[in-house]
């Protein structure tokens, strides 16, 4: 399914973009170490259901019911889970991430099992249904969302998280752990030649879309080691990620090829992720008199032009009384205990006043091209 990106370690290269048809417990021990860069997961929930579930019309609920839920008891599913978590946690790079999904009847058993297991919990993030399935027997509260566990591979991992792009997807604000989404419902929801569901639990493309583009850079692996009918396979594809599933369905995994081969990647312009200042790279006072953006003996201003600076040739400013970098003079002269100098300080160019964090924007552009 098109070029491996070579960032990809050789070994793992034969399972990028395939399925693997087995145990998950099996599978995951063919996968080589330290060679994905995120996990998604999308357990059994376990939801120890006795017996059919009715409506008030007695007419029977559509519920999960299927083998791979049922577990003979809590033990059996905590070291099933202890299992699979292990081997994600082998198989991730150094700076990897997981999401592990569920409801109130497994997160709480997993989360404590992913921090046992020396993962790094960053956030539980709350999906909220828009359109839950209603309470029907009137006992509980409607059950309204499912929960994601966000965990690094390790404490010191430095994981991927783009908190720029997310807060311009959220309106300039900063994405809060509350997500309200749909169900998967409508064309999206994938049937069978009878119209029934193909699957009980098939989330919704929009939750993965929002996973990937905030955890995962274009060329990531993706594992998701309870594939299903392939949302993770779906959406990495059309994001221009890589994945690697495991599904031990037969029907599933039919239904996932031939979802994710009707997938058309979206180009290389639309998957540019915007950055965050601290993740361009660092470009000192110095390199701009370097460059002759701005030459030494020239004289910066305050956006009022009411204090002037001079500029020497090794990259500091002077000012009355004092020296020093563009920042410590621009706190100095504002009696503040900090200043962005980037953003205060101003030169004369063509007879208008332009911060000097432009000439600075302009040297990473032309760093950008050489790279």
Same mark, same amino acid.
């Given at each position: ?110 989360? !404590?099992?992913?921090?046992?297991? =020396?993962?790094?919990? $960053?956030? %539980?993030?709350?999906?909220? +249904? /828009?359109? *839950? ?46 997500? !309200?989404?749909?169900?998967?419902? =409508?064309?999206?929801? $994938?049937? %069978?030649?009878?119209?029934? +569901? /193909?699957? *009980? ?171």
């Amino acid at each position: 399914m098109g070029f491996v990106d070579q960032t990809v370690q050789q070994d793992v290269r034969p399972l990028i973009d395939r399925i693997l048809v087995g145990d998950c417990l099996m599978e995951l021990k063919k996968i080589p170490s330290a060679s994905v860069d995120l996990v998604f997961a999308d357990p059994p929930y376990n939801l120890q259901l006795n017996g059919d579930l009715t409506r008030p019309d007695q007419s029977r609920v559509d519920a999960v019911d299927d083998e791979w839920d049922k577990f003979s008891d809590f033990a059996s599913y905590d070291s099933f889970t202890r299992a699979w978590l292990a081997e994600c946690r082998r198989i991730l790079k150094p700076n990897g991430a997981i999401w592990v999904i569920g409801s109130y009847h497994n997160i709480f058993r997993v989360g !404590t099992i992913i921090q046992d297991l =020396g993962y790094w919990v $960053l956030n %539980d993030v709350v999906w909220r +249904k /828009v359109n *839950p399935m209603p309470n029907f027997r009137g006992r509980r509260f409607t059950n309204a969302h499912e929960t994601l566990i966000w965990a690094s591979r390790e404490q010191k991992s430095k994981y991927c998280f783009h908190y720029e792009a997310m807060k311009i997807f959220n309106d300039d604000l900063q994405m809060r752990s509350d997500w !309200t989404l749909p169900l998967c419902t =409508g064309a999206e929801r $994938l049937k %069978d030649g009878k119209g029934q +569901k /193909v699957h *009980p639990t098939q989330k919704p493309e929009a939750l993965l879309q929002r996973v990937m583009l905030a955890t995962t850079n274009a060329g990531d692996v993706v594992l998701d080691p309870f594939f299903g009918t392939g949302t993770t396979g779906a959406v990495a594809k059309q994001l221009g990620r890589r994945f690697i599933g495991i599904e031990r369905d037969e029907g599933y995994v039919h239904a996932a090829r031939e979802r994710i081969s009707g997938v058309t990647p979206l180009p290389d312009e639309a998957l540019k992720t915007t950055t965050s200042k601290r993740a361009e790279p660092r470009i000192p006072f110095g390199n701009l008199i370097e460059r002759g953006l701005v030459k030494a003996g020239e004289t910066l201003f305050d956006p009022s032009t009411r204090i002037a600076a001079n500029v020497r040739a090794d990259g500091s400013i002077a000012c009355k009384d004092n020296s020093g970098s563009i920042h410590k003079i621009g706190a100095h002269v504002q009696g503040a205990e900090a200043c962005n100098g980037w953003t205060f300080w101003h030169v004369r160019r063509g007879g208008n006043l332009v911060p000097i964090d432009i000439l600075r924007q302009q040297l990473r552009a032309e760093m950008a091209k050489v790279a």
